[in-house]
Nanobody, 121 residues
């Protein structure tokens, strides 16, 4: 099994920045890709960004391109999501996912508990 723990969420004003972290533990050697999804109240969970753990290939949702950046530190078994120029529509619970599938699938077997990001309007 793999455990994922997110941190770094909070309340930030429009235009501000936050950096989310996701630390993996357990059978981390099974993880080939990781990513971030988010879920706003009353909406379905949506893809935000993904990264391969080998090579660092990345994918982004159109809504966050140019504002968010996903990165990894394999030595720390950690994935980050740097969020800049935050908007009220970025308000959501952000979930970290990880799994053995190719990064292009954006599909994960393991999930963290989520961290709240709030950008007041």
């Amino acid at each position: 099994q793999v455990q994922l723990i997110e941190s770094g969420g909070g309340l930030v004003q429009t235009g501000g920045s936050l950096r989310l972290s996701c630390v993996a533990s357990g059978r981390t050697f099974t993880i080939n890709s990781m990513g971030w999804f988010r879920q706003a109240p009353g909406k379905e969970r949506e893809f935000v960004a993904a990264i391969s753990m080998n090579g660092g290939t990345t994918y982004y949702a159109e809504s966050v391109k140019g504002r968010f950046a996903i990165s990894r530190d394999n030595s720390k078994k950690t994935v980050y999501l740097q969020m800049n120029s935050l908007k009220p529509e970025d308000t959501a619970v952000y979930y970290c996912g990880g799994g053995p599938r190719n990064v292009a699938t954006m599909t994960y077997d393991y999930w963290g508990q989520g961290t709240q990001v709030t950008v007041p309007s």
